[in-house]
């Protein structure tokens, strides 16, 4: 099945810096990228997705790239801000294959003011 | 807004004992998962329901079964707790596949502790 890594796992900015969390997906046929957030205490929640046809998405002030090529593909935040502190789980999979999500191991960030 | 119940938020259960966990969502659903979610290790599928009755397993399905008799509600069984089962457990829900219906509804979690 698919194989998800994500680097790193752990990262601590300062307010108004920029993060960034990689992951990289093993199986080629793979075509749909979501992230989720999830704060202290409380359910994940999508933030935003990519699909294959597309190399990159932004939302305010979080992006998300990918290269197929590669197999990889990253978020991106930036001017964060305190609220951004959460834990980040990038996932993949193939749409109407019947595989479920794959979720990476999450990437805490930390925004100290 | 889409609702995923869990039934209980925390629970504590003796080594040996049958452990049951609801889940039920109300907006129609046709999937449901069952993850645990442990320090440093993500969120880990258990299994899955793509529709009442049909179940997949996931990742670690070792020592776990589910049963879905209705489309809203997806159960969790642990036939045996063990110890290395202390997990949180969530459920999600989703639409069926599809370029748009993907994304997954997350209950609030059931933090179980086996003693």
């Known amino acids: 099945g698919e194989n998800v890594e994500q680097h790193p796992s752990t990262l601590s900015v300062q307010e108004g810096d920029s993060a960034v969390i990689k992951c990289t997906y093993s199986?080629?046929?793979?075509?749909?990228f979501p992230w989720y957030k999830q704060e202290l205490g409380k359910r994940p929640q999508l933030i935003i997705d990519?699909?294959?046809?597309?190399g990159e998405k932004k939302d305010q002030r979080i992006a998300v790239t990918l290269n197929k090529t590669a197999k990889h593909f990253s978020l991106h935040i930036t001017e964060t801000q305190p609220e951004d502190s959460a834990v980040y789980f990038c996932a993949a999979s193939i749409t109407n294959s019947g595989y479920a999500l794959n979720f990476g191991k999450g990437t805490s960030l930390l925004v100290t003011p | 807004d889409v609702k995923v119940t869990q039934s209980s938020r925390y629970l504590v259960k003796r080594t040996g004992e049958k452990v049951f966990l609801e889940c039920v969502q109300d907006m129609d659903h046709e999937n449901m998962f069952w993850y645990r979610q442990d320090p440093g290790l993500g969120l880990r599928l258990i299994y899955f329901s793509y529709d009442v009755k049909m179940k997949e397993k996931g990742d670690i399905p070792e020592g776990y079964s589910v049963s879905r008799e209705k489309k809203e509600r997806f159960s969790l069984i642990l036939e045996s707790a063990s110890t290395n089962q202390t997990s949180m457990y969530l459920c999600?829900?989703?639409?069926?596949?599809?370029?748009?219906?993907?994304?997954?509804?997350f209950g609030s979690g059931t933090q179980l502790s086996v003693l």
């Open positions: 990519i699909r294959s046809n597309v």
């Open positions: 999600a829900s989703s639409l069926a596949g599809g370029a748009t219906n993907e994304k997954l509804f």
């Open positions: 199986d080629s046929a793979s075509n749909y």
